[in-house]
């Protein structure tokens, strides 16, 4: 009979337990893929002392406990000790094909994690508390509840993943971002149609944007998206047929330069029906439009809508418009705009108009180019009591 296996206080050791000669304590066990994995420990059992100048740690024997409990369910021993980092590396690796804006989102979301404690701490020791702790920072560093909102949905996307793979047994994102931070975010709100007239009265009459004016008309008269307007080619723009072709938008990258993309679902491709008012401002664009340097981007060419230089224009040039616009109407005009002014709120303020004008939503919807019908009935909201009664008095009439 073979003699027992003991330590250096006598103690008799298990099946794959030894004693290294500094005194650490090793398990040998063999992982769900069949590979020889070592955990180490400087206490056997919870009861022994850790050695002086030793960090502070679980037992052997509570180490050998866990990691049976994770065998006998088939978790990823190995896989569990992944960093957030690593895991997130590993989840946007497996889903690689998508647009540029979002290889930027991730990569601003990796940085993100590389900064914070939470990008280095192993998957299986993430709770629910870590998580929640991690985006309260978030919230003291500046970041709005929107970015938090969408960086927590990916992290959760990514933890599920760990889940799947047998790597972690619960999701620590699985929680409400609101129950932990307040939506500080001002709410998004179309113009009235006293604000619409007043703001295109101060444009039309200001010197130094009334060259704006038919581009703001259009966006108002159509609903594009500020990407789709930029996109838009002299081949898209139909005035026998009074339509406007949305096929693609032009976006711009500071590492890539111009890209063209298509919209993000097939609702976004569309005919967009163009009134005489748009029609009008179409043709002054035409007419004033400088000659154009840059030829093709993506096989597209005569692009409308271009700045001093011949280039296309992209949306961060509406952006910076709007910004300075709405600083000099405030200045001078009684009537004062939303307090949130951006290419967007043109959009908005188009569907608004037209489901206040009791439209179809069905046929809102196409116009808008939403893939989802609660995106469009969501303008509904924005009904005012002139609208609700109006509607009502038409329906009983």
Known sequence: M???RRDSKNRILRSGESQRKDGRYAFKYTDAFGKPQFVYAWKLVPTDKTPAGKRDDISLREKIKEIQ?????GIDTVGKKMTVCQLYAKQIRHHGNVRPNTVQGRNHLMGILEQDRFGAASIDSVKMSDAKEWALRMKEKGYSYKTISNYKRSLKAAFYTAIQDDCIRKNPFDFQISAVLEDDTNPKVPLTASQEKSLLDFILNDKIYRKYYDEIVILLGTGLRISELCGLTVSDLDFEERTITVDHQLLKSTETGYYVETPKTKSGIRQ???????????RNVLAHRRSARLEEVGGYRDFVFLNQHGDPKVAGNYQGMFRGLTRKYAK???EPLPEVMTPHTMRHTFCTNLANAGMNPKALQYIMGHSNITMTLNYYAHATFDSAKAEMERLAA
């Open 272 to 282: 967009v029906p163009m009134s005489e008012k748009v029609a009008q401002a179409l």
């Open 2 to 4: 073979s003699e027992k």
């Open 69 to 73: 409990k994770d065998l006998d369910d």
């Open 332 to 334: 001078t005009q009684r």
